[in-house]
């Protein structure tokens, strides 16, 4: 079993940046791939980000490349998301998931049904 546990959400600004952690627990990260997903209120569920078990590969939603940023500390078992010119449509609940390690290989990163662990996730607003 692996445990996650995101932190690092809170209101911000439109135009600020915001960087939210996920804190794995149970098992060595460095087995999975791990990723992002966010919901907004009325919204599906949706993907924003992945990244490789060893961090070398990174992917992302279209609509947000440039702006997000993935990145992981296997030594502290513990995944990133810098979110930069954050917009009034970021406002979510963002979400860290963790995979088997072919899930990213196999182009199956952006899937929710990929992903074997979910955190309760951390809450991120945006104001105008």
């Known amino acids: 079993q692996v445990q996650l546990v995101e932190s690092g959400g809170g209101l911000v600004q439109a135009g600020g940046s915001l960087r939210v952690s996920c804190a794995a627990s149970g098992r060595t990260l460095s087995s999975f791939t791990m990723g992002w997903f966010r919901q907004a209120p009325g919204k599906e569920r949706e993907f924003v980000a992945a990244?490789?078990?060893?961090?070398?590969?990174?992917q992302y939603a279209d609509s947000l490349q440039g702006r997000f940023t993935i990145s992981r500390d296997n030594a502290k078992n513990t995944v990133y998301l810098q979110m930069n010119s954050l917009k009034p449509e970021d406002t979510a609940v963002y979400c860290c998931?963790?995979?088997?390690?072919?899930?990213?290989?196999?182009?199956?990163?952006?899937?929710?049904?990929?992903?074997?662990?979910w955190g309760q996730g951390t809450q991120v607003t945006v104001s105008s």
């Open positions: 990244i490789n078990w060893s961090g070398h590969s990174t």
């Open positions: 998931v963790a995979g088997k390690r072919e899930i990213f290989n196999t182009g199956r990163y952006d899937l929710r049904g990929s992903y074997d662990y």
